[in-house]
């Protein structure tokens, strides 16, 4: 039994409110003693979920965008339906639009596998499209084990040689994830949980909010808060960043909603590129930021910072290839680096920082990551898994086409023109979804 008051959630086990006050406090709360491990692409992250679902003894509850039918991602689905034959409790949750094309024939045999199947806003019938939020999207990736072994990042439950638009590829496309034990964990079980309720029953997380502040023991509660705050004051006046010592390795779990963590991930990058001194090297496929993350990358390049960004070179949206685009005069005029990554599909969220500080994630930098979806990403503070990640973006980078100020050279009404465009597209886009104010 866990202690500290509690109550029973959607499947009747107990939930600490202690759980819960991490979500309380919209920045990240570092915890050390976790181990981390970097998987590059589906064919390193489904073998090890399939290996820790193997093991599992109690529950397993996962989140994704994308759950295709198709022979890379079977190796998962058949470890479910294994630990269900086992007596393991198996939770899914399934965005309704990103998984839209493969419902009709995963889902069936998902439920006869005894594998309790939630579609987080189904779009089967021509009414859920006039429903409010549609465009609010689960966009987590994330998979958690018996509370103790999860994996978070951005790769969908896809082959890597497949794109739903464009078929079969010759070589995979560029994605990361990554696999942690530890004190983190539980706060990425905790996310599932949520998504699997606000899908199975139509809860929100008010709901799940007003649960914990209604619970007993009002003092046990308000003292569990109050540590996590002082946690938090405690890395503002310090910066998380710069924080030193600290026990290896620490990891951070963050998330983005519509609720009290509406611009947590926005800000925990801006923060570190503000405290960054030597490099930020950062991958987004879909990269359309804001005016404040503009301003933070490129004040780092005027201070001397390495600032490399590596984009899409071979886009499978063009309206998304051309809002990055759009920018690059001006990330370039303020001496930051531009990189195409030309050999497959891009689809890596991440972000390193200096040698120690890196975040790994499903959140792209765009409105509709940052504004509306639904995202989860993991921040690491530790050198070794910097080196790993450093690795792997250097080895893309060198197989990518830098982008130069001859390259952008366009007539400037052109390029006021495409601007104009794209950001009148964002607004509209935005204003559809309910998001008011300035981005």
Known sequence: MREGPSWLDETGATRSPEAWSWYLVPRPIFRGGNQTELLRGGQA????????????????????????????????????????????????????????????????????????????????????????GQLRRLHMKLCVVDGEHGFVGGINLIDDHLDLHHGRTELPRLDFAVQVRGPVVPFMEQAVRAMWSRAWFGRDWQQELRSLLLTEHPVKRMRALVRQMRLTRRSQRQPALLEEPFEPVQAAFVVRDNIRQRRTIERVYIDAIRQA?????????????????????????????????????????????????????????????????????????????????ATVGSSNIDP???????????????????????????????VSAPVTPQHTRRGRWLVWGQRALVAWIAHVYLRIAGVTGRY
């Open 277 to 357: 001194r030597e490099r930020i090297w950062l991958i987004s496929p879909y990269f359309y930021p804001g005016q404040d993350f503009r301003r933070a990358l490129c004040r780092a390049a005027r201070r001397g910072v390495q600032v490399r960004l590596l984009m899409q070179g071979k886009p499978d949206y063009r309206i998304a290839a051309m809002a990055a685009r759009v920018l690059y005069d001006e990330l370039l005029a303020c001496g930051v680096e531009i990189h195409e990554y030309t050999p497959a599909f891009l689809h890596a969220k991440v972000m390193l920082v200096d040698d120690g500080w």
């Open 45 to 132: 992250l489904f073998p090890a979920m399939a290996r820790a679902i193997a093991r599992a003894r109690h529950e397993i509850w996962l989140a994704t965008y994308i759950f295709h039918d198709d022979e890379a991602t079977r190796v998962v689905e058949q470890a479910l339906a294994h630990a269900v034959r086992r007596g393991v409790r198996v939770r899914l949750v399934i965005d309704g639009f990103g998984s839209h094309g493969s419902l009709s024939v995963i889902e069936p045999r998902l439920r006869a596998a005894g594998i309790a199947v939630a579609v987080f806003r189904p779009l089967s019938r021509w009414t859920h499209w006039l429903q409010p």
């Open 368 to 398: 509709i990551s940052l504004l509306l979806n639904l995202e989860a990403n993991l921040i690491v503070r530790d050198e070794a898994f910097g080196a790993d990640l450093a690795r792997e973006i250097g080895q893309a980078i060198a």
